[in-house]
């Protein structure tokens, strides 16, 4: 079973490894919602306490998959969904971080959630029309009805988290962190240690590179993610093939697989961070769940971060479009 550690100084308590949910949903092939609500009941029993969604994983219809899954395991669990972008006729059209729409998007993420509270609850991209100040504001509000538990943020740059912080207290920021994407590591992670925030990364396996068996991006249907990220296109691929050869190397020596490796090395890089690898089949969960367990050598560490330094990976992790959207 897994053991728990805290998120922020307010109190948030979840399982050392949660699980991503967006993937049942929506960017990585199909959906099967039997394996998937499987897969959700299965980490439960396994000790997972932590289940990350978002208003626009389907859109909708992610949050109102967990909620059928777990509207009978609600004590059990904590529930991490996010709000900040406009949806318009079931597409996405922009971001709002507007009082008034948080205030509306919260409300109907309970309806689909089967709940009467979200337990962390993220802005998903920061809005520069809005001062993160009113946002903040508006979750402190939130929180004193009863409606929201804590406060989190989500790919938010070390002068935003500042700004929200003094507002009202940041519990986790939730940012792509892995062997893969190390950016954090230089100017957000000290300060999310200063200021007592966890660290909630997704995208801990690379979009699957650092598991192994991926494709170049044009294999991958038109709908799969993949098709479309930098680091799977061209001469960018069979350079980040190479350098991600460490991961496996090391996985042979604990008889591992390359995806348990890359998780336990996320989990050494401190006890305020809990990834949150997302797979909609038991097998993966079942994997994941137990990278927990592997402890990795200081040799080992040393290597998986020498292999995989920024400097030897190709290509930006988003296309110009989602780049736009991370605060910087």
Not at 143 to 157: C, D, H, M, P, W
Request: charged share 25%.
């Amino acid at each position: 079973m897994l053991t728990n550690r805290k998120l922020g100084r307010q109190g948030l308590t979840v399982s050392t490894v949660g699980l991503g949910c967006m993937g049942m949903s929506r960017a990585y092939g199909p959906a099967d919602e039997a394996e998937s609500i499987a897969t959700i009941h299965l980490a439960v029993d396994s000790g997972v306490t932590l289940f990350d969604t978002a208003e626009t994983y389907g859109p909708y219809v992610n949050e109102e998959l967990l909620g059928r899954a777990l509207s009978k395991r609600r004590n059990d669990v904590v529930i991490a969904s996010k709000f900040g972008f406009d949806i318009q006729d079931g597409k996405v059209v922009g971001l709002n971080s507007r009082p008034e729409h948080i205030r509306q998007a919260v409300d109907a993420m309970l309806e689909r959630l089967r709940t009467d509270w979200i337990d962390l609850l993220y802005q998903h991209r920061v809005d520069p029309a809005v001062p993160i100040e009113d946002v903040a504001g508006t979750v402190a509000d939130l929180v004193r009805g009863g409606k929201v538990r804590y406060f989190g943020l989500s790919e938010a740059s070390a002068v935003t988290i500042r700004r929200a912080h003094q507002t009202f207290p940041v519990s986790a920021l939730q940012s792509e962190y892995s062997l893969w994407e190390r950016d954090l590591e230089q100017g957000v992670i000290p300060v999310l240690r200063e200021l007592g925030i966890g660290l909630v990364p997704f995208c801990p396996l690379g979009r699957g590179f650092l598991a192994g068996g991926v494709k170049h991006a044009e294999e991958y249907p038109e709908d799969d993610y993949r098709r479309h990220d930098p680091r799977f296109q061209g001469a960018n691929f069979d350079r980040n093939v190479a350098a991600a050869d460490a991961v496996r190397e090391i996985a042979l020596a604990y008889r591992a697989t390359p995806g348990q490796i890359a998780i336990a090395w996320l989990l050494h890089q401190g006890a305020d961070i809990v990834p949150i690898p997302g797979t909609k089949r038991r097998s993966y969960l079942l994997e994941n769940v137990a990278a927990a367990s592997i402890n990795l050598n200081a040799a080992d560490l040393g290597r998986l971060a020498s292999a995989l330094d920024s400097s030897r990976i190709a290509g930006e992790r988003y296309n110009e479009t989602y780049m736009a959207l991370v605060d910087r």
